[in-house]
């Protein structure tokens, strides 16, 4: 089977480890949205229920990402940066 719970996991690690490296070299560093992208991201590791909320994120991203040009996490940060 193709997306068995292996390369699921291989996926979330991959997408917490791009995370992180956003954050490493990023110019504004750690910010809101690399710790709302750190929190969805383990969550894909749970069983069923953490499953089911990985994928509504990431399709939620998607469809985000196209409608907006911005992921979900972009578009919380971008509403935070202009409070200040």
Do not use: C
């Amino acid at each position: 089977m193709i997306i068995d719970k292996f390369n699921v996991q291989k996926v979330g690690a991959l997408g917490i480890a791009l995370t992180l490296t956003d954050a490493a070299v990023g110019e504004r560093g750690f910010t809101t949205k690399h710790a709302i992208d750190l929190a969805m991201g383990p969550a894909g590791f749970i069983p069923v229920y953490g499953t089911a909320i990985g994928v509504t994120w990431f399709v939620g991203n998607l469809i985000s990402t196209a409608a907006t040009g911005r992921s979900i996490s972009d578009s919380i940060q971008k509403m935070i940066d202009e409070k200040d």
